[in-house]
């Protein structure tokens, strides 16, 4: 049996902030865009989430929500830097480490270089070097597998430590609110309580069939989870699966000439960052953000796998051009390119060059 500990920083950012100017403690701090401009929340504090703020909203809400906050700008080379102490921390345990993000990981530590049998010591000894060499709280969520690890860190947050063993499986799974599922967004997650799912009991009451026919491909994976199956293994190598760039702009825009141009700019960013890393894709993805923040995305498949900004661009175009709508303003845009020739969240369309 597989000992994974999925390890999650406590409001990452903010709290570096924090750290560094402890004047700060206790008070609402959100770390992005000004709320003036059009930026949107990286992380706050946990002061700041009573007023219902959380990343990836906009800068503007948040401050409508809390006015009294505290808007910081990122500093990611701090940030950067603060994590590379993190993972060494890792490393110490176990090669077998698989970063998420700057403030995430999994770790399998059923063979270790210290040969500590106990998964739950290992955590709290991590946590505990953690916060003596940074200064900084993470929850720890240590389990059989991966899903059931991700699912523990986040239910004592923060500074949590919560161990789900098999037998315990059901007790956590079942009650949890629909929502709080890995990989359950809004948009599934409102899908699902429409069918009167709310909770994991739910969600297990259905049959493999009808849960693919219910959530695609996601129907299968969820379907074994609540059964405590989750074979996947902790990844310390793997390629990207898209590389995209964005922008989001200070005043809507609705003008085509200008987006164009914009556009085509995007194109050369995304070309140089594809080059960098010598990879091509075969599926290009354009991305849309209207100013009541709808958000659309449109793909296609190319003839042939691509990197040259010109190419980027002339597919980029004529899929900006077939979905424009003059009636609406755009806030933010972007371009992504894939290896994959098709997801489910996209409206695939074959367009001849």
Not at 102 to 122: P, Q, S
Not at 152 to 161: A, E, F, V, Y
Request: net charge neutral; hydrophobic share 35%.
């Amino acid at each position: 049996m597989k000992k994974i500990i999925h390890i999650d920083m406590d409001a990452f950012f903010a709290a570096i902030e924090v750290r560094e100017n402890p004047r700060l403690k206790g008070k609402c701090v959100i770390v992005g865009g000004p709320p003036n401009g059009r930026g949107v929340v990286s992380t706050c504090s946990y002061e700041a989430r009573k007023f219902g703020v959380h990343s990836g909203m906009s800068s503007y809400h948040a401050w409508n929500l809390c006015p009294e906050a505290i808007f910081l700008h990122p500093h990611f080379n701090l940030y950067i830097k603060v994590s590379h102490q993190i993972r060494e921390i890792f490393y110490k345990w176990t090669d077998l480490v698989e970063p998420l993000s700057l403030d995430e990981a999994y770790l399998d530590v059923t063979e270790n270089k210290l040969g500590e049998e106990d998964a739950v010591k290992i955590a709290k000894l991590i946590k505990a070097e953690i916060l003596e060499k940074t200064g900084l709280t993470c929850s720890a969520g240590v389990s059989y597998n991966k899903f059931l690890a991700k699912i523990g860190s986040d239910l004592n947050k923060p500074d949590g430590l919560t161990y789900i063993p098999p037998e315990k499986t059901n007790e956590v799974l079942f009650p949890l609110p629909i929502e709080k599922f890995s990989g359950i967004g809004k948009v599934t997650s409102a899908k699902l309580k429409k069918k009167g799912i709310n909770n994991g009991a739910d969600l297990y009451k259905y049959e493999l069939k009808d849960l693919i026919k219910l959530l695609g491909k996601a129907g299968n994976f969820y379907y074994y989870v609540l059964r405590g199956i989750d074979k996947r293994a902790v990844i310390t190598e793997f390629e990207p699966k898209t590389l995209s760039c964005e922008t989001t702009f200070y005043e809507d825009n609705d003008n085509l000439d200008e987006l164009l141009i914009i556009l085509k700019q995007l194109a050369e960013r995304l070309s140089k960052r594809l080059k960098e890393k010598g990879i091509r894709g075969s599926n290009l993805t354009l991305k849309i953000k209207y100013d009541n923040f709808e958000l659309i995305t449109r793909s296609c498949n190319t003839r042939s796998f691509i990197d040259e900004a010109s190419e980027l661009f002339a597919y980029g175009e004529q899929l900006l051009i077939a979905n424009w709508d003059n009636s609406r303003k755009i806030r933010l845009l972007g371009l992504g390119i894939s290896k994959l020739e098709n997801t489910e969240t996209e409206e695939q369309l074959l367009i001849p060059l």
